[in-house]
């Protein structure tokens, strides 16, 4: 089996955000000589996206669109609080969370209508559509602060016979259960509906996976931009990839600590052993997680290859790898 390398990218890099084309080839031929053979462009950084795919295409690169409700919906419905509640928040977690609420029509239609537009005009020039931060904010902030968004209040209307619940019986099983049902149902709605109009294109669906989908090892200190779990967000990756909803899930297993790294790749093997979908690790060389020296790349790489996987997708805040990286990259590759 092939091994490919991915990236994500922002292509911060380039002065001339206009004309990028002419700064764009060389980097592309680094990155194309490194073994990188498709490149996940963000697409709000990327202001001449024709050229950067030429650029690419040139280089025998494929490119995804990477795109994420997060923050790419126009006029998004936010989640919902009360200002005591933000003040709370605040206090306690040292962040006011807000991501557009997934629960609201206007949102997942507007999120839909986003994507169909951008391949209306260039999904001639893609391999496939990448959805990152496809879920609702991070878990920690869901119990004590559920949205009370006009959505969110009728779904609980029609399940719990009231809009609002008490801290008690937001706290009984069922009504847990049901509360993360709803989520799931909100943001699987999307992929599939995704997955669908992909389809219809010839393009994959890919998506960035939580790297804690359950009870991994995560960030628990403030603010708390890393912590999971996938399941308790409406980002139940497996199921999506067991289904073929998604083509291609790369986990974002950016941890410094090696032992981590190791313990949830473990994790991740087992639960898409008998997947539909392509499973690739995520790699950082830097992320909010921390660093990841060169030598550190290098060991996590041929970890996953070692483990038989078909791939790594390194996300890299800089965009350029400098030559230490490039260095330890391709001789982890060619071992
Ligand atoms: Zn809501």
Redesign the pocket.
Known sequence: MSFNLSCWDHARQVKNKQEPYDELCPEMARKKAMGIDCVIAFMPTMSNFAQYCRAAREAGIAVQSWITPRTLIENP?D??LPEEQWQKMEKIHGIRLNFP?L??PQNQESFISLAQDLLAEYGSELSALHLDAIRFENAILQYEFP???E??RALRKKFFGKEELSAKERLEPSVVYKEIDIKNDSVSGIVRRLKTICEKQGLALTMAARANYLNQPDIFVNPVWGLGPALLEGQDWVKWCDNGWVDEAYSMNYHPNEAYFSQVLEEHMRLTRDSKAVFKCGIATESSMGVNPPERVAKYLREVKEAGLPGCVFFNKNDVFSPEYEKAIKAAVLA
């Open positions: 419905v989640r919902c609420c629960n609201h949205c009370e968004c959505a969110c």
